[in-house]
Nanobody
Framework: QVQLVESGGGLVQPGGSLTVSCLASGRTFNRYAMGWFRQTPGKEREFVAGILWITGNSNYSDSVKGRFTISRDNAKRTVYLQMNSLKPEDTPVYYC?????????????????WGKGTLVTVSS
């Protein structure tokens, strides 16, 4: 059974940094694209960043490019999203996602597996 389990969310001040993690289990993810989405209540789920597990090629949304970094650790089966220079609008729930034979640019309507999410709150 495939599981994506996020962790690392919390409260951080504007301008601060936070790293969220996604532990992937249940199958081999070498042929998967892994990614992070975020969603504010009442809004659509938004792509944040994606990475190909086998090559490390990555892609970012314009709103986070230059501030966020996605990476993966094969041995730990974990995907990370390092977030710097955080803004209040970076606040919502962050979801880990996986798509078989996917590309680093991911869309919320074409995902095979979702995690349950971790809440990031950027506030002073």
């Amino acid at each position: 059974q495939v599981q994506l389990v996020e962790s690392g969310g919390g409260l951080v001040q504007p301008g601060g940094s936070l790293t969220v993690s996604c532990l992937a289990s249940g199958r081999t993810f070498n042929r998967y694209a892994m990614g992070w989405f975020r969603q504010t209540p009442g809004k659509e789920r938004e792509f944040v960043a994606g990475i190909l597990w086998i090559t490390g090629n990555s892609n970012y949304s314009d709103s986070v490019k230059g501030r966020f970094t996605i990476s993966r650790d094969n041995a730990k089966r974990t995907v990370y999203l390092q977030m710097n220079s955080l803004k209040p609008e970076d606040t919502p729930v962050y979801y880990c996602a996986a798509k078989a034979f996917g590309r680093p640019t991911m869309t919320p309507n074409d995902i095979d597996y979702w995690g349950k999410g971790t809440l990031v709150t950027v506030s002073s």
